[in-house]
């Protein structure tokens, strides 16, 4: 028997998690059982509490989408050598990271470098796939590119602002706050703007006059129709989540008008449509970090227990970059 984080009713994520004694679960054909070392919060996993997310599990389930753990049993059909091998990657819900045992599908398993800690590691996963995914490949980003990254002291936008850089982009990131701010700055951005108390389009087109190439927006609602008034000719808005509530509407006469592209990203979807560019991404995030080119934000390492009151506080938007929460 093993203890998770439980959600047995949809709502807010500290009313609902509850903390059971559930049976160990078992891998089924291609699966592996991990034992969790760290897993990354994510605003999904608060839409899933609140029933919101794209995948809907069957209750009971246990919330947590991306971990790094140690494989300590494979299903039929995978090699034996992966037992007692340290891999992050995504769980098969219903057994979501959150607790002390979960489910991964054995090629979505992989193996993490000895230079990275746990905690580092699990953020590499999810978050900065999600980000790889939605500036490489969904706007296919070049050198010299200015990009715009809305919520950008997040955990996905700081992800986004340090892959831009990276790749030799001009990087614009929009966040609220003088403490965000100073996240935005010290994450690499060249410039930051406080949403909150400055017109980001007037800011943008003086920053850049020719407009931004490239938008990646988690923040749907207000963000998402600005974007619409800064895009460059030709430019692409990433469309990566709605954390501020509101999905919008895209006018496509608009789109039509000025020439730009609007790109979705559910970057699940990749794993079964083009496994080959995850595993590729993956490879190439993890050569990033160990070259100290990407460096996770983690402002906040905290014990199991304190899942549900993490989850809150990403939920009204009070943290910064990643929480991590470790064994």
Sequence with gaps: MAGAWTV????????????????????????????????????????L?????????????TPGLELCGIVDEVGAGVAEDLLGCRVVGQPVLPHGGYAELAILDAPDA????????????????????????GLHRR????????????AAAGGVGSAAVQLARAAGATVIGIASGPEKLATVAEIGA??????????????VREVA???ADIVFD?????AYESATKYIAFEGTIVVVGFASGTIP????????????????????????????????????LFELAAAGRITPLITQRLKMADVPAALDALAVGKTRGKTVIRR
């Design 8 to 47: 047995r009713e949809h709502g807010e994520p500290g009313a609902v998690l509850r903390w059971e004694t559930m049976p160990d679960p078992q891998p089924g054909t291609g699966q592996v059982r991990v034992r969790v070392a760290a897993t990354s919060c994510n605003f999904a996993d608060v839409l």
């Design 49 to 61: 509490c609140r029933g919101e997310y794209q995948q809907k599990p069957a209750m009971p389930f």
């Design 110 to 133: 992989v193996a993490v470098p000895e230079q990275l800690g746990d905690a580092e590691a699990a953020t590499l996963h999810l978050t900065y796939l999600t980000a790889w995914l």
């Design 139 to 150: 706007a296919a980003v070049r050198t010299g590119d200015v990009v715009v990254v809305t």
């Design 190 to 203: 060249d410039v930051a703007i406080d949403g909150a108390q400055e017109d980001a389009v007037a800011r």
């Design 209 to 211: 006059p020719g407009g």
């Design 218 to 222: 988690p923040v749907g609602g207000n």
């Design 249 to 284: 509407q895209p006018r496509l006469n608009h789109a039509f008008v000025k020439n730009y592209t609007i790109a979705g990203l559910h970057w699940t979807l990749y794993r079964r449509h083009n496994p080959a560019l995850i595993q590729r991404a993956q490879t190439e």
